[in-house]
């Protein structure tokens, strides 16, 4: 039997879901092309950040007006595009640590005859016309915008703390899967508050096993059941939580499409707060396992799947061995309320009790206590995912950290041919871990 390799088995799964979103809205016509000054999007402060603007492939039918704001909040400059030389520049000094967002829109037809209709094209994948660029000013020096609740840590430890008094009382039912030499279970396991479920899948042969924990991106859906089984063949023991107390072969399983907004004036009642939990007790579970191999335990995900590896990395730091993200999502909660657009969970600014519950859930805040070496993939013109936040979050983190910049790239489910290079790394990385070797960040660059 050929063994599928790791990597591929990641990066297969990603183009997947790339290849099925382009071929259900098409080929977005493209009116601009942007050329950076700096390919990497990295630059320091007083320095020229800069971008050539030129005709794209479709010719240009639109006129276009261009803000330059700050971590995506603060407007620095404004101006109009003049292609009538065959290119434009768009450039800014950079006089801080910040995030530089430029937001590229149509305002009229070039034809004034022309029929009203909706815009079309650009570069974030939403075929409305709008396009964006964007770039880092010494991301490494970006700081906290707001402090650690002095309680933060008694917080979770109390929390921590009770759920280890409960059973873990695991159930496991086999689960068929069509990868040969895997064997599956569906797990369901007592946390405090709620139930943990998911998707475990590992070699089927006697042996112990590198761990991996994936976890999920927002939304309610069904588990990718075969994904975790291609992983398990590739030598991993997978267990694959799902982010609520359902099971992970159901679709939706009653679970409210808002539920980021329930208790989020209250840190203990926030949805968060059980999901994490959940997460713990996967973790708890995994290690009872007598087929773990005792010394690797992965964190992946990506969006939501980040913030809770992150907040999972955090709150067990002497149990991980790495920490694998894309495109974090939760960082920097309070961002709005100090010169940062924050986002999802889009939780309230003008609510200042929700500001307050935030922090308890923002993974900026469990970031200082991460041990293991952490790979973050920043799109830098996310508006889902803030790159803002996902450096400060970086930048709390002691240990090894490796930042991977994705210039052109939203957030992955909008744009997920420019976000290739995370998950690519990520099974890199996977494929080094799975054969005993260690992880060695490439670091943080100015």
Sequence with gaps: MTRTRPHLVFVFAFLCAASSAFAQRGPIPQQLVFTPDRAGGIYDVGET??????????????????????????????????????????????DQAEMIYVAIEPYANL????????????????????????????????????????????????????????PINPVLSPVQTDVPGVEMSLFVLDALGSKAHGYLAKPAREGKFPALIQLQYAGVYALNARADALHAAGGWLVINVDAHDKLPSD????????????????????????????????????????????????????????????????LRPEKITAVLVCVPAGADTNGD??????????????????????????????????????MAGIGLIDTTSPPAGIWTALNQIPGPREALPMV???????????????PARTAEILDVLVKGGEFKPNGIKP
């Excluded at 005709?55 to 007006?65: E, F, H, L, Q």
């Design 49 to 94: 950040v800069g971008w050539t603007v030129m005709p794209g492939p479709a010719t240009p039918t639109y006129a276009y007006k261009w803000t330059i704001r700050r971590n995506n909040a603060v407007v620095l400059k404004e101006g109009k595009l003049d292609l009538s030389s065959g290119r434009d520049r768009i450039e800014i000094t950079g």
């Design 111 to 166: 034809d004034p005859d022309a029929p009203a209709a909706r815009f079309v094209g650009g570069n974030t994948g939403r075929n409305n016309g709008f396009y964006a660029v964007g770039a880092a000013v010494a991301p490494s020096r970006i700081g906290l915008s707001t402090p650690r609740p002095e309680d933060f840590d008694a917080f979770w430890k109390s929390k921590l703390a009770a759920q280890a008094k409960l």
């Design 251 to 314: 679709p939706s399983g009653d679970v409210p499409r808002n539920y980021q907004t329930i208790g989020n004036t209250d840190r203990e009642k926030s949805y968060f707060l059980n999901m994490y939990l959940r997460d713990s007790r996967a973790l708890d579970y995994l290690m009872t396992r007598p087929d773990w191999d005792g010394r690797t335990i992965v964190l992946a995900g990506g969006s939501m799947g980040g913030q809770q590896s992150l907040a999972l990395a955090g």
């Design 337 to 374: 309320l100090h010169g940062r657009k924050a986002g999802y969970p889009n939780w309230p600014p003008d609510n200042p009790e929700a500001m307050r519950t935030a922090l308890y859930f923002d993974p900026v805040n469990f970031a200082s206590r991460i041990q293991a070496p952490v």
């Design 408 to 422: 052109e790239s939203d957030h992955d489910n909008f744009t997920p041919d420019k976000a290739r290079a995370c």
